[in-house]
Nanobody, 115 residues
Framework: QVQLVESGGGLVQAGGSLRLSCTAS????????VGWYRQAPGKQRELVAT??????NYADSVKGRFTISRDNAKNTMYLQMNSLKPEDTAVYYC??????????WGQGTQVTVSS
């Protein structure tokens, strides 16, 4: 069973930065897409950023502030988050869509931005 393990969440003041990491138990090169999603209290899970075979995709709310990247050699994807805002507070989940069609989610990591 493939696992994704996130790390890097925490508490930061508005304007600060965090970098999230997500390490897979299998080679992420064998994926059609990897990405980050988030879910704030009382809200639906929403896309933050993805890397697909077609390129990069960002939610409008994070464009220019967040950067998604991947290191296939380390089976790891990253989300660099700069200029954080209180409205970025949420549980962040990484996700992989494998070539065989299976989808794997990480367990989530809490990001809290104080004003």
């Amino acid at each position: 069973q493939v696992q994704l393990v996130e790390s890097g969440g925490g508490l930061v003041q508005a304007g600060g930065s965090l970098r999230l990491s997500c390490t897979a138990s299998r080679n992420i090169f064998n994926s059609n897409a990897v990405g980050w999603y988030r879910q704030a209290p009382g809200k639906q899970r929403e896309l933050v950023a993805t890397i697909t075979r077609g390129g990069l995709n960002y939610a409008d709310s994070v464009k220019g502030r967040f950067t998604i990247s991947r290191d296939n050699a380390k089976n790891t994807m990253y989300l660099q988050m700069n200029s954080l805002k209180p409205e970025d507070t949420a549980v962040y989940y990484c996700n992989a869509v494998w070539i065989n069609g299976y989808v794997t989610w990480g367990q989530g990591t809490q990001v809290t931005v104080s004003s």
